[in-house]
């Protein structure tokens, strides 16, 4: 069923993440094998095969709202830079495989509202992409909240600017200004 088969491509985003690339290796073949040949009777059937010459780290299962899924590559949904003349280069961010893969989490995470955790290598672009999602595409009921740490950062202080973005409800009880989310 298309269930099964979202569920293996949750696999390598979830249990298959956190892995060296040494070890994406080894998890794209264990995963592939359980896709591409004979599942255990317990799986039930893979009626959508997975593409043979991509990773799953290639490829999401796309499942529209109605009718049957399929594996798309995410180089499919790169989309063409627009942007105005007069913005600064530090501001561009160029559409890549990475920047697809981290929006379409984060709008997997923020309309569930499941809590996440972006980990990577220094330098790979996590912090922008959030900082983007956060000021630039999120719906109008979110409201983004950044606090910038340092060595110096102590709890009384990180305390101090998360009460200051909040509104107080009753004795104790604190929240998002109302009819936001935070």
């Known amino acids: 069923s298309s269930g099964i088969n979202a ?3 949750g696999c390598a985003w ?3 993440a956190s892995v060296t690339s040494e070890g994406r290796e080894k998890f794209n073949e264990f995963l592939k094998e359980i896709l591409t040949s004979k599942p255990p009777p317990t799986v039930g059937k893979i009626d959508l095969p997975f593409p ?3 990773t799953i780290y290639d490829c ?3 499942k529209p709202t109605s009718g049957r899924g399929r594996w798309s590559n995410w180089t499919e949904s790169l989309k063409a830079i627009q942007f105005d003349k007069a913005t600064k280069l530090s501001e561009i961010i160029v559409p890549t495989v990475d920047t697809v893969r981290y929006t379409y989490m984060m709008d997997l995470f923020v309309t569930s509202n499941t ?4 980990v990577g290598p220094t330098g790979t672009g996590k912090s922008v992409y959030i900082k983007d999602k956060l000021m630039n595409n999120l719906e109008p009921q979110y409201v ?3 606090i910038n740490f340092s060595a110096q950062t102590t709890a009384n ?3 101090s600017m998360i009460m200051a973005k909040l509104d107080k409800r009753r004795k104790g009880v604190f929240g998002p200004p109302m009819g936001k989310k935070s």
């Not at 809590?115 to 972006?118: E, T």
Request: glycine share 10%; charged share 15%.
């Open 7 to 9: 569920e293996y491509g």
């Open 14 to 16: 979830s249990l298959g």
């Open 52 to 54: 043979e010459s991509a």
């Open 144 to 146: 983004p909240f950044f």
């Open 115 to 118: 809590p996440c955790l972006f």
């Open 60 to 62: 999401m299962f796309d």
């Open 157 to 159: 202080q990180l305390q």
